[in-house]
């Protein structure tokens, strides 16, 4: 009998051979992998099996353990109670990289872990999930990479009704998500078609005070609730930028808000929800015809974007900051107009031309222009 400790290294070990190998002998090391994981599993030393799911790729031991492992880490270990928060979105993240939507097996294993919170616990998994640092987000999971079909409709529905239980039993929202545009909202454009029109400042100058106004709209505050260990990630970016294969254009802006964060300027680590490609590529096109109208389409697809973030976090109340390009506007607008939720929403929209930032709710308008 192997003692844990060794238990645990072997697993490490074994994993990074299998990772770094094109052999194509390697069921052995996948028969003894199985085994490892089952016995930390069933030895229920919950410190032993965070520790291998925290220092190993969680998703070449699911590729290659098939099965058994999947078995193991989101069936067995769930019923057990072996898993906290941060490994079930550990799991979360695996499943997405080995493709989650060509997988029945791995779509029900999204749904137990999902299942397995309630309450705040649920509020702090998605939030975990939102704040990978990648494209595969929450709302790129359900509604992008697991079909339309039976598991969908109960994630939402199990997602909805965890999400209206915090919101009764606090007697107000959670917090505050703010979604935001990128281009001439948080930094400058410099006036390059098509990614906006602004020339005041240099390109990707990130407009003073922007960074101030996200932290001081984002109202979740370490400590207020059971989780403040956990990144609440309610800075949102919706951007008129499509999505590309494993999200190559995405990650561009997420090296863009990483260095922001390490700076300490940005207060959290967003997540990003990117556009449509034909509608963008539609809008470009269509620009020299059309003009601003040319947009429309983008604005409408952020606006139906928005929507089905919202049913993912009912519990919050919601902000939105974008400029008077690429749709941005329609796209509040619609939003003010949306009355399905009786949650508060507020709109910010900045004009890029004239430097004017209009403030809108559902009980008028206000606006500020700036000096100079």
């Not at 606006?303 to 973030?309: A, C, N, P, R, V």
């Amino acid at each position: 009998s192997v003692p844990l400790g060794w238990c645990v290294f072997f697993v490490i070990v074994v994993v990074g051979i299998i990772a770094n190998s094109h052999s194509n002998s390697m069921e052995p090391g996948v028969q003894h992998l199985n085994q490892l994981v089952r016995r930390l599993c069933l030895s229920k030393d919950k410190e032993a099996l965070h520790f291998v799911l925290a220092h190993i790729s969680v998703a070449t031991l699911l590729e290659v353990g098939g099965g058994d492992m999947m078995y193991m880490l989101t069936d067995y270990a769930l019923e057990a109670n072996l898993l906290s928060i941060l490994q079930k979105a550990i799991l979360v993240d695996a499943l997405q990289i080995i493709r989650v939507g060509f997988s029945q097996a791995a779509q029900e294993a999204v749904l137990r872990i999902m299942f397995s919170c309630k309450g705040q616990d649920l509020t702090a998994l998605k939030n975990m999930i939102d704040a990978g640092g990648n494209y595969q987000n929450l709302h790129h999971l359900v509604y992008k990479e697991i079909p339309h079909g039976e598991i969908r409709n109960q994630l939402i529905q199990h997602i909805k009704d965890q999400a209206k239980q915090v919101r009764d039993s606090l007697g107000f929202s959670f917090g505050v998500k703010v979604i935001s545009d990128i281009d001439d909202t948080l930094y400058s454009s410099g006036g390059r078609f098509p990614a906006g029109v602004d020339k005041e400042y240099p390109q990707h100058a990130i407009y003073p005070g922007c960074l101030s106004l996200y932290k001081v709209l984002d109202k979740t505050k370490p400590g207020e609730y059971s989780h403040d260990d956990f990144p609440t990630c309610n800075l949102v970016f919706l951007s008129a930028r499509p999505h590309v294969y494993k999200g190559r254009a995405e990650d561009k802006s997420y090296r863009v808000f990483s260095s922001l964060v390490d700076e300490e300027r940005m207060h959290s680590m967003p997540t990003l929800m990117p556009g449509s490609k034909r509608r963008g590529i539609g809008a470009v096109l269509g620009y020299c015809f059309k003009g601003s109208y040319a947009w429309r389409a983008a604005g409408e697809f952020k606006y139906y974007t928005y929507l089905e973030f919202k049913e993912l976090y009912r519990e919050y109340d919601f902000v939105f900051c974008g400029d008077n390009g690429q749709g941005d506007l329609l796209a509040a607008q619609m939003m003010l107009q949306e009355s399905l939720d009786p949650s508060p929403f507020w709109t910010y929209v900045r004009r890029s031309l004239s430097g004017v930032l209009f403030s809108s709710d559902t009980g008028g308008t206000l606006s500020l222009r700036r000096s100079g």
